[in-house]
């Protein structure tokens, strides 16, 4: 009961879950508890709404339009670029490119700086805790270019050994990315230490921020890290819409990703000059909606401020952590020190996909398999977890809810 | 417990993912294959001792769910002593009832009706089949490890 009173003073979870229409619904007879966040996020009324609104009252292409929808559709897109701009306090909006989601981003930066400044032998360095989509791109590259991947290792609590970096590091070394949060084990890296040695070492960084950006306020130049991507639909936004931040300087200097409308200044057979930033890498009609959407779930979040989502969150955790603890046979993967709300599980001679459907016949949603991390799966020599993940929006009846599924769940397959 | 996951998990596969049949290496196989789910993270492995065109022995290993080991614990205990057409048929006929693509008559499913429960679970579908594509393919002589993907 004394968690409960800590927990009003943080604010009232009953009025945020009043946003989130899809939460209240029965799954399986029994009320939802999602605890699936850090795959993807609900969205508040405001963000469905905007997306609604953009297409019964604004819908149109933008840019290029001399007519009234074309220039409000426009306007509201490019307020977005200077929302997104002061969430993560970029220099300027030329900064911030509109992607399909933190892949795309990733992939961007490894197809199109690869182009430019990577060459044969050099290297390139990622973590052990990385999603596959801070992996693949750079194997891709690595393929392509005959280039050398190299993988800073985790210990066992799930923390990068960063004494291991400077090994590491060589004159070769052309980019580090690092994910800032790791999506299976909620370690939080010290991205800052990073960015300092690799600084040193005049290394650009990039960040993944998609498990981060949701959860603790990023000022990219505080950080100084040179590039840094997230997905929309993480952060209470919508699918299919994600962020790149490139120092100007560098962004300046890649050469397109893709070619296409938009992203052009002058097209002729001959020659075709480029349009400046950030449009050179928007080629197409992008996601406009989920742009503008995603204006909105930024918003949304400042408006309830993401020191209160943390306090929030990490007091989830650490009840969640300290109730799933006095489970026996069951072992928490991922003891870092610094963690976000991600609760990555075993249970003894119970395999994480059986809990996973028997836990969504008590109307809790977790996440089971190898959350896209299979090198950190291999570390742990195991095949899969089952993963919780709080949101601001989940309350201490979820986390009971969430213990008494779990608990009838190991009996019923004991 | 709600009906529908009772009649996933039936008592009988529990027991089976408990204490599988035929869970061992056989020394010299005649057939081998691997499969994995990469979903799930599942993997299995298949030995078979086949002699003129009939399944002598056979037996698996691997890391998998409560459906994936019983279903492989079932079909191992099935399959034994059947010619390959006749694994090849019971496998197509399998394939069906766990789809619910037709009605298949339970009754003639055997010991494999147990499973049946897994066509309302479309996410646990191959869950179901790995053992089994990775059976035919051993038999096959594929030599690509199995993927369900």
Known sequence: ???????????????????????????HKKPLC?????????????????????????????????HFLSEKATQKYENTRTTVKNFINAKSEKEIIFTSGTTASINLVAQSFGKKYVNEDDEIIVTYMEHHSNIVPWQILCEEKNVNLRVLPINNNGELILEKFNELITERTKLISVVHVSNSLGTINPIEEIIKIAHQNNIPVLVDAAQSIQHTSIDVQKLDCDFLAYSGHKIYGPTGVG?????????DEMPPFMGGGDMIAKVTFDETTYNELPYKFEAGTGNIA???????????????????????????????????????????????????????????????????????????????????????MDFFKIPATSRASFSFYNSLEDIDQFIIALKKTIEALS | MDS?????YQQVILDHNKSPKNYRIIE?????????????????NIYLSIEEGIVKDISFQGSGCAISKASASIMSSIVKGKTIEEVKSI????KDMVTGKLDVDLESMGKLAVLAGVKEFPSRVKCASLAWHTLINAIDKKQDAVSTE
Do not use: W
């Open chain 2, 91 to 94: 496998f197509e006929k399998f």
């Open chain 1, 1 to 27: 009961m004394e968690s409960n009173i800590i927990n009003e003073k943080i604010f009232d979870v009953e009025k945020i879950r009043n946003d989130f229409p899809i939460l209240h619904q029965l799954v």
């Open chain 1, 243 to 251: 962020v790149l931040f490139g120092k100007e300087k560098l962004l």
């Open chain 1, 290 to 376: 989920g742009v503008i959407g995603l204006g909105a779930a930024i918003d949304y979040v400042k408006s309830i401020g993401l020191e209160k989502i943390h306090k929030h969150e990490n007091q989830l955790l650490e009840i969640a952590t300290q109730k799933v603890s006095e489970i026996k046979g069951l072992k928490i993967i991922g003891t870092a020190k610094e963690k976000t709300s991600v609760l990555s599980f075993i249970v003894e001679n119970i395999h994480p996909h059986d809990i996973g459907t028997f836990m969504d016949f008590e109307g809790v949603a977790i996440r089971t398999g190898h959350h896209c991390t299979q090198p950190v």
């Open chain 2, 28 to 44: 010299h196989p005649s057939h081998y294959c691997d499969g994995h789910n990469p979903l799930c993270g599942d993997t299995i």
């Open chain 2, 4 to 8: 529908e996951l009772r009649e996933l």
């Open chain 1, 34 to 66: 999602y605890l699936d966040n850090a795959a993807s996020t609900q969205k508040p009324k405001i963000v469905i709404d905007s997306i609604n609104d953009f297409y019964s009252t604004t819908n149109s292409n933008i840019h290029r339009g001399v």
